[in-house]
């Protein structure tokens, strides 16, 4: 049976209340339903805890994996005191989490933007807490240029557009012209999560974002390194 994930339905759920469904190795806990992100798609999993409602023990959560299908938590704990079937409480790190939600967003209005102005194709991005990094295909590139894009992203950001997430078949998103660019989507997933920024971006993706441009706050560009003939890099930070 799908466990419910809810962060894929509201990114600003902080706390939830649900039960264990299954706990590995006194480790590795499943819940019925997680407002806890699981690593993946180039953005860092949760940490938080997880609180037993029978005795009150406090369970620090330092990974969160999707492994067959169900998301599991890995608790950092010598002693384990959880069972299948207990009631919990969760609360995830909302700072580390916001921070990523704002860092993603942006990831998607940098690349939309490079790949508007440039044809260049996104290669990769990875999220940190400190930085964000895009990596692209593309023969030549100035610093400069890149300065202007971030700087025109930034005026984006002030307009303060709309962020929205739906599903759409996979034949619809092919229709309309949205990126399947997103890593590990499955091939066979018939229907596909669209995290759209209105009029700048559509993508196919399972992240979580902030639901306003103006969350972001601005971009600041780090660096931008070359790697191999075609293949650019470039890193910024949210200040
Ligand atoms: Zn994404």
Not at 71 to 92: P, Y
Not at 152 to 175: C, F, G, T
Not at 190 to 215: F, K, N, W, Y
Request: hydrophobic share 35%; charged share 35%.
């Amino acid at each position: 049976m799908k466990r419910r994930e809810i962060y894929l339905e509201d990114s600003y759920r902080r706390e939830h209340e649900t039960r264990a469904i299954a706990v590995k190795d006194s480790k590795f806990v499943v819940l019925d339903s997680t407002i806890f992100y699981p690593e993946g798609g180039g953005q860092p999993h949760d940490r938080g805890e997880i609180i037993s409602l029978a005795d009150g023990a406090r369970y620090p959560v330092v990974y969160v994996g999707k492994f067959d299908g169900n998301v599991s938590h890995e608790i950092d704990s010598d002693f384990c005191n959880l069972k299948e079937g207990d009631r919990v409480r969760c609360v995830i790190d909302w700072e580390r989490r916001y921070k990523l939600m704002r860092s993603h967003t942006a990831a998607h209005l940098v690349s939309a933007i490079i790949n508007q102005r440039t044809g260049a194709l996104i290669t990769g991005n990875q999220l940190d807490i400190e930085k964000v990094r895009i990596d692209f295909s593309l023969e030549k590139f100035e610093r400069d240029v890149m300065k202007g894009f971030l700087d025109y992203a930034n005026e984006i950001i002030k307009q303060d557009l709309p962020v929205r997430h739906y599903y759409l078949s996979r034949e619809e998103a092919e229709r309309e012209g949205v990126s399947l660019l997103a890593k590990g989507l499955p091939p066979d997933l018939e229907e596909l999560r669209v995290v759209e920024i209105a009029g700048i971006d559509r993508q196919a993706d399972g992240g979580t974002h902030v639901r306003h441009l103006s969350e972001i706050g601005e971009i600041e560009l780090l660096k931008l390194e070359n790697k191999g003939k075609k293949n650019r890099r470039v890193y910024f930070k949210l200040v």
